[in-house]
């Protein structure tokens, strides 16, 4: 009995399993299997972690007692590293798949898009360095100038010359 080819529409899947390319059944599982527990975070710590840290948190790893989460950078990395215990009791008490979680691992796993923009950025770093030598102070970072002047310098000098900075 041969299989039918799928149609045009089918999931990229069906056409790579048709193929006979498509990943291992125990991979696809795991697969399966991570992309739902991922969800179910997302869902459970929407309220907890930045959007810029969920839009990059991807779980890699699942044992009753340690989960493996893999994110873009340092920072969030850090982040979730700080506040784990905090994540950890959100998670152990609101969801039967984590009830028994007694640790969270975090890793940095650099995108394929992250890789492309790094290597076009460091093509263009010279010249970007001197496009952006003149560029102007965010909202932000004025503000906190500003507040650093007003309240934490007490040289006129410098007091002068940060809201200077500000302004120009």
């Not at 340092?74 to 009791?89: D, E, G, K, P, V």
Request: proline residues 2%; contains cysteine.
């Amino acid at each position: 009995m041969s299989k039918k080819q799928p149609n045009r529409l089918a999931q990229l899947i069906d056409h790579q399993a048709f193929a006979g390319s498509a990943l291992p059944q125990t991979l696809a599982t795991n697969m399966r299997l991570y992309i739902e527990v991922t969800n179910e975070i997302k869902e459970l710590l929407i309220d907890c972690l930045p959007e810029e840290i969920l839009d990059t948190c991807w779980v890699v790893g699942l044992t009753s007692e340690q989960l493996v989460l893999s994110v873009s950078s340092m920072t969030a990395a850090n982040h979730i590293r700080y506040l784990q215990s905090a994540y950890l009791q959100v998670l152990t008490e609101q969801s039967i798949t984590f009830k028994q979680l007694k640790q969270i691992r975090v890793i940095v796993a650099k995108t394929s898009a992250d890789r492309k923009l790094s290597q076009s950025s460091s093509a263009t770093s010279s010249k970007s360095y001197k496009a952006n030598e003149n560029q102007t102070l965010s909202q932000n970072t004025k503000r906190t100038i500003s507040q650093a002047a007003e309240h934490v310098t007490t040289d006129k000098n410098l007091k002068n010359a940060l809201l200077r900075l500000i302004n120009d």
